[in-house]
């Protein structure tokens, strides 16, 4: 019986491992991951209140599914090397695990940027159960918490922590919300909105350090300001967790390097999910993981008619700050690229875009017909073709922009 070991459990590796089932149905498929839990909806852990958050409901399959599959799984260890000669996955407990084949998608981790007192307690990321346990063990005796990252992790966490009644900061470094996914008078809305929830939002911050003797009371910038803060949740990105591959002598860049086949430079091992680097940018999201995996399953199974990955689309939505908002495709302006607003009412040459801080939030109309819900859409052209689309507030128009982009 043929082994096939899955580095990981994320959706990368739990959809390799159900794409490799659909056409092997004999070679023993084995798990190997840190998580004590098998494979979950990690996008719920930044949306879901925290009062009501159960473990149970965001789990994808239970243990019962994974015998019936014949599959195994090898849960609360640490990977310590690979042996690409020997074929085998060593473990931290001294088990080594033979493999036949291999999909490497070990994830990614948080990025938390080299500032003083980051090791404060109260300082805290999200990416697993425990982290998610960890900052509602804290919110209950917490006044303040600041949300250092305004990307869309920090963003949904922020709304789930103002749910729980604490004094709430965003901190962005960047000059200003969303960077990659908004422009800046979508984003400028955007802010405005939050605020508006009694929220202070700050872009463009230079933090110079968490405060605090062992617990963390605020955080400091380099213009002498600073925000008090009992929990300080760090949203900064993440990096590839390539470490092992790396040391085990695979091609190795920001991730794993993998070809259009998802095949890394050793024929025996595929990679998928965050921690590989493909020929399109990896943006770090549930759809791409989700693909890149299925196409590495598949791929496993197919070696001699491979099938190409196609990176899928990657909108992104966020419901919160008594809003909703949708991003979809390229929204950067400049020469070239024409942008339409509030269905076509204003159109201007994205080279010349100009925006007008004090008086953006006026662009997000207000409908009275919908009893008062904002309303905002942004559509940005090149070449009279739909390159990218920002709604905020109404989004009935998220299936005639995603068509029109051809997804």
């Known amino acids: 019986m043929a082994e096939i070991v899955i580095l990981g459990n994320g959706i990368a590796a739990y959809s390799a491992a159900k794409e490799i089932r659909k056409y092997d149905r004999e070679s023993r498929i084995t798990f190997i991951s840190e998580e004590k839990s098998s494979t979950y909806l990690r996008p719920l852990l930044s949306k879901t209140y925290f009062k009501s958050f159960q473990k149970e ?10 015998e019936a599959q014949g599959m195994r799984q090898i849960l609360g260890v640490r990977i310590t090397g690979m042996s690409t000669e020997e074929k085998k996955i060593i473990l931290d407990d001294g088990r080594e695990v033979p493999y036949d084949s291999c999909v490497y998608a070990l994830g990614a981790s948080c990025f938390v940027p080299p500032f003083g007192g980051k090791d404060r307690k109260g300082v805290m990321v999200v990416r697993s ?9 804290n919110l209950y005796t917490a006044s303040n918490a600041v949300v250092i990252g305004g990307g869309v992790i920090g963003l949904e966490m922020a709304w789930e922590l103002k749910q729980m009644n604490c004094g709430l900061t965003i901190l962005e470094a960047g000059p200003r919300l969303m960077g990659r996914l908004l422009d800046e008078q ?12 009694g929220i202070t939002v700050e872009a463009g911050v230079n933090i110079k350090e968490i405060t605090g003797d062992e617990s963390a009371t605020g955080v400091a910038c380099a213009d002498g300001s600073w925000y008090p803060a009992d929990v300080v949740i760090v949203s900064c990105g993440v990096r590839a967790n390539s470490q092992i591959a790396r040391e085990a002598g695979l091609s190795c860049d920001r991730g794993v390097v993998v070809d259009e086949w998802m095949r890394t430079s050793d024929p025996h091992i595929y990679a998928a999910g965050d921690c590989m680097q493909a020929a399109s940018p990896n943006p770090s999201l549930w759809s791409y993981s989700k693909v890149s995996g299925e196409t590495a399953g598949y791929n496993l199974c197919h070696p001699d008619a491979p099938r190409a990955f196609v990176a899928p689309p990657s909108p992104v939505i966020i419901s919160g700050f008594g809003t909703n908002l949708f991003s979809i495709g390229d929204v950067s302006v400049g020469e070239g690229v024409t942008v339409v607003d509030e269905d076509g009412q204003n159109e201007v040459d994205g080279s010349a875009l100009s925006v007008d801080t004090e008086n953006v939030w006026k662009r997000f109309r207000v409908n009275e017909a919908r009893g008062g819900d904002t309303h905002y859409s942004r559509r940005f052209y090149r070449d009279g073709k739909l390159k990218g689309a920002v709604l905020l507030g109404d989004l009935s128009e998220m299936a005639a922009i995603k068509a029109e982009l051809g997804f």
């Open 57 to 66: 409901k965001i789990r994808l399959e239970t243990d019962a599914w994974y």
């Open 129 to 137: 159960f425990k982290d998610f346990d960890d900052i509602r063990r």
């Open 186 to 197: 979508s984003a400028g809305v955007l802010s405005e909105a939050i605020r508006r929830q």
